[in-house]
């Protein structure tokens, strides 16, 4: 069965903090995607990831293809990163039909 | 960077007309767009996934006749709710799909439609 879990589920942390977000999936994927939900609803594709690490600023996405688990890290974090999270695995078993699998999101607030 | 242009962002309707939202791919062509439906604090459902110049795929669930989908071309997709109720209010994101690497698909998705029936 294809799916995504997401820890945590809520995350607060003080400003300048370095935060872990996980995300852990159940079958092979041919990507994982990293997402930015921000309060006013839009989302941003943050990365595409189907191995190894990116960097885009002050993220890093890495993922490990045998353990089925990807993390996003944010260092020095801001309160304008403050937003929801979401892992989405774009599951290899779709083939022909390819959607992503969503997680729960993380509910990311950076205190100043 | 590819742009996924949704409209309206937000509207308000009367129970039982019919409201249409629109998501334009600006620079790049969606073979495929993925429409969801977001509850708050919710993560995204996927309501139906639209192919250009075919009949869009629905989840089970959602009803086809009340969600009306049409791909006409490769760059527009629209989602029709039709006799709206205020039970589907609700934030509506549209997603477009375009290959990027051999099995391996980017997804642009749209700013957001609040629609709230009353």
């Known amino acids: 069965k294809n799916e995504v879990e997401q820890s945590p589920q809520n995350l607060t942390a003080q400003e300048g903090e370095f935060i872990t977000i996980n995300c852990s999936y159940s079958v092979g994927i041919s990507a994982l995607h990293w997402l930015q939900q921000h309060p006013g609803g839009g989302i941003v594709s943050l990365f595409m990831?189907?191995?190894g690490k990116k960097k885009h600023g002050r993220l890093i996405a890495t993922i490990n293809i045998q353990e089925k688990h990807s993390s996003l890290h944010i260092t020095a974090s801001h309160p304008r990163d403050s937003a929801v999270y979401i892992c989405?695995?774009?599951?290899?078993?779709?083939?022909?039909?390819?959607?992503?699998?969503f997680g729960t999101g993380t509910r990311l607030t950076i205190i100043p | 960077g590819a742009v996924v242009s949704q409209h309206p962002s937000w509207v308000i309707c009367k129970s039982g007309t019919s409201v249409k939202i629109e998501c334009r791919s600006l620079?790049?062509?969606?073979?495929?767009m993925f429409w969801y439906r977001q509850f708050p604090k919710q993560s995204l459902m996927l309501m139906a996934t639209s192919n250009e110049g075919s009949k869009a795929t629905y989840e089970q669930g959602v009803e086809k006749d009340k969600f009306l989908i049409n791909h006409a071309s490769l760059t527009l997709s629209t989602l029709t709710v039709t006799s709206a109720h205020p039970e589907d209010s609700s934030f509506y994101i549209c997603s477009a799909r375009e290959k990027r690497f051999r099995l391996r698909y980017g997804y642009t998705f749209g700013s957001g439609t609040r629609l709230t029936v009353v």
């Open positions: 989405a695995a774009d599951f290899i078993s779709n083939f022909g039909n390819e959607k992503l699998t």
């Open positions: 620079d790049f062509q969606a073979t495929t």
């Open positions: 990831l189907s191995s």
